[in-house]
């Protein structure tokens, strides 16, 4: 009796030792701290890769419980986020892709410089840096149903723009729809709508935007009208599939797979969900010429990634707890997984290494030897579009797309939103505003 009495006094005041072999004080072993997360669900693939992530890293230590806050809206992530901070549910850390919008609103927690460090690029925004990077810009590129490309001879990717088209008439004299594509989720739309930017307006010009505001170039020219001319075509030509203003992005691989499609513009990410959905599936990819046979893609670091608001942080162990998680996301052995699981391009200065498909072989290939630019939303300071912008253009493009509008309509819809939209935001002044 007295022996028991004995082990349950130390076991109180004492030090106990654990099967790993380390030794924690009774003052270490209160109750984990709970700390709240989100970040976009949109894709499926990656939402769950970071999903396990969040469980290995609660399952790696005893301090701190990660739990996960996510929004079920369809609609933008960034009109997600505002719900939640509305109904004081705002999320300790988060997927922070609008950036600039946070930081105006007060409501970010600069990245210490120990975990700057960790990535090869970081981007400022008002002079400072506020996210931990995950992921590099994805090149948005064509991925095929290879076996109906091979049984009938469709064995050429495309030169230039008219042999991408003849290849759509080609699906088509097949009875299958050429394309397909999410336009149900608002900003799926936004891949196609850039690529035709890019290619035919901007010729990727990083200071575009910049030139808007300086009133050098507006959205209303010929170049913008015959991009916008080429995007409308695909959906009303029969190029797409009919259902598009009803079909959502995590619908497409359900379509490839199931041939009532044959080809997809989207990341790399998508490629581990058609897996799943079929492993004996035979992709194919390539990127889109323009007339002269050039592709600029999307791709490059940007300011968006993992973040901790500035109420979070006024509490040290929640600000310890984003520490500690930052560190073990981007440690080699989940960040590997991390990668190969979504099929994501690195951040981090460490090289990571891990095996990969020849398909995505490629993609890297493609992305390391064409020119990139970031997406026409992705900018900061002089290049950051006005708030809500970008949304309002993508609802107007629906309308282009169901025929409703016309190329020229839409683009000069697009200047005099620009006038409203900048009457009261200058993107290189940090001025407070609410979120």
């Keep these: 009796m007295k022996k028991t009495l004995l082990l349950y006094f130390m076991l109180l005041s004492g030090t106990v030792l654990f099967a790993n072999g380390v030794s924690e004080t009774s003052s270490n072993l209160k109750k984990p701290v709970s700390v709240s997360i989100t970040f976009a669900t949109g894709d499926v693939t990656t939402k769950e890769a970071i999903h396990t992530i969040v ?6 230590q005893n301090l701190y419980r990660l739990q ?25 850390i988060f997927e922070c892709r609008d950036v600039p919008v946070f930081v105006r609103a007060g409501m970010l927690e600069p990245i210490p410089q120990d975990l700057q460090t960790l990535f090869e690029t970081t981007i400022p925004v008002y002079g400072t840096v506020y996210t931990a990077p995950f992921v590099a810009q994805y090149p948005h590129i064509i991925l ?3 076996t109906l490309f091979d049984k009938w001879g469709i064995n050429e990717n495309p030169k230039n723009y008219a042999d991408f088209l003849k290849i759509c008439d080609a699906l088509k004299s097949h009875d299958i729809a050429p394309m397909a594509a999410g336009v149900a989720d608002i900003w799926h739309i936004g891949f196609l709508f850039n690529y035709y930017l890019t290619q035919y307006v901007t010729h990727g010009d990083p200071d575009f935007i910049s030139k808007i505001y300086k009133k050098e170039v507006k959205f209303n020219t010929p ?37 009532k499609t044959s ?3 989207t990341g ?3 490629i581990t969900q058609i897996m799943e959905a079929d492993p004996d599936f035979k992709i194919g990819c390539f990127p889109v010429p323009d007339e002269k046979g050039h592709v600029i893609l999307n791709g490059g670091a940007t300011s968006q990634g993992w973040a901790l608001t500035k109420a979070a942080a006024q509490n040290p162990d929640k600000k310890a707890a984003f520490n500690a998680f930052i560190k073990y996301f981007f440690s080699k052995a989940q960040y590997t997984t991390f990668l190969k699981t979504t099929n994501s391009l690195p951040t981090t ?6 095996d990969t498909t020849p398909l995505m072989g490629t993609i890297l290939k493609l992305n390391n030897t064409l020119p990139k630019t970031l997406m026409w939303n992705m900018g900061v300071g002089e290049n950051e579009l006005p708030p809500s912008y970008r949304n309002w253009t993508y609802k107007k493009v629906q309308e282009l797309l169901m025929g409703q509008i016309t190329p020229q ?19 290189t002044q940090l001025v407070k505003s609410s979120l």
């Design 144 to 146: 095929y149903n290879k």
């Design 349 to 354: 200065k460490e090289k990571m290494v891990y």
């Design 68 to 92: 996960e806050n996510l929004s079920i809206s369809t609609g933008a992530y960034l009109d997600s986020l505002k719900t939640l901070n509305a109904s004081g549910q705002m999320p300790d």
């Design 409 to 427: 309509q839409l683009v000069q819809a697009m200047d005099d939103q620009w006038v409203i939209s900048i009457r009261d935001f200058n993107p």
């Design 263 to 265: 080809m997809i513009f």
């Design 268 to 270: 790399s990410w998508t």
């Design 55 to 60: 469980q290995n890293f609660n399952k790696s």
């Design 223 to 259: 170049e913008m009208i015959d991009a916008m001319s080429k995007l409308a075509y695909l959906f009303q030509s029969g190029d797409m599939e009919k259902g598009f203003m009803s079909t959502k992005e995590n619908e497409l691989v359900g379509l490839l797979a199931g041939e």
